[in-house]
């Protein structure tokens, strides 16, 4: 019942974000392209500052290697999670051959049904209710995760006359971003105890 309450506290404060959001759009009090510099600061700033933070707390050599199996579990869990989306991606669109339209939907199904939200707004939900440990674990269980979106993800999910770039290329594209740089960064300084000279205003 607490875990119930807890989740739906957290559901309840993203909901009123976004309901504050719609009636400043609608309003007129932020401007038309507003949602894409807040976009940039979730995505730039927000976010990576989150997972760094979590870093520098959690990460030690004690707590990579107690939960170091993660990673192999998510890996797992992804390989899962495609194979099955071939088959249902098939049952939901039917006919993909008639057009080219049904046969990017079938992409689309196994990019949705592969992926949850395991973003920022996971991070939140899961700091929200478990606590820092807990959104270690989920930062480790989720990195092979945010390494194959970008690899095998972008390959599906971008049309292929307009995917000009090579596996290796969105694999550098995915590993050079915010979060991910923050991620890794984080492990170094836990994992060489620098952490413990990182400014108690950082963290």
């Known amino acids: 019942m607490e875990v119930f309450n807890l989740t739906l506290t957290q559901m309840l404060v993203m909901f009123i974000l ?3 959001g719609y009636i400043l759009k609608k309003g007129n009090f932020i401007q038309y392209d507003s949602s894409a510099v807040i976009s940039k600061i979730l ?4 976010s ?3 997972t760094l933070n979590n870093m520098i707390k959690t990460c030690t050599p004690q707590t990579f290697v107690e939960n170091a199996s993660l990673m192999l579990y998510g890996l797992l869990t992804v390989l899962v ?8 991606s098939a049952l939901f669109i039917r006919n993909r051959e008639k ?10 199904y196994k990019y949705g049904l592969t992926f949850g939200n395991f973003g920022y707004m996971g991070s939140y939900i899961v700091l929200g209710i478990w606590g820092d440990m807990m959104l270690f674990k989920y930062s480790m269980f989720t990195f092979v995760l945010n390494i194959i979106v970008y690899v095998w993800g972008i390959y599906i999910l971008v049309p292929k006359s307009q995917n000009s770039h090579s596996v290796w290329s969105n694999l550098k594209s995915g590993i050079l971003t915010p979060p991910f740089i923050a991620m890794i960064l984080g492990m170094f300084l836990g994992l060489t105890g620098i952490a413990g000279y990182v400014p108690a205003v950082i963290t």
């Open 18 to 20: 976004m309901l504050t």
């Open 43 to 46: 995505a730039f700033v927000l």
């Open 48 to 50: 990576p500052a989150l």
């Open 81 to 88: 999670a495609i194979g099955i989306s071939y088959p249902l």
């Open 99 to 108: 057009t080219h339209d049904l046969a990017y939907q079938r992409q689309i």
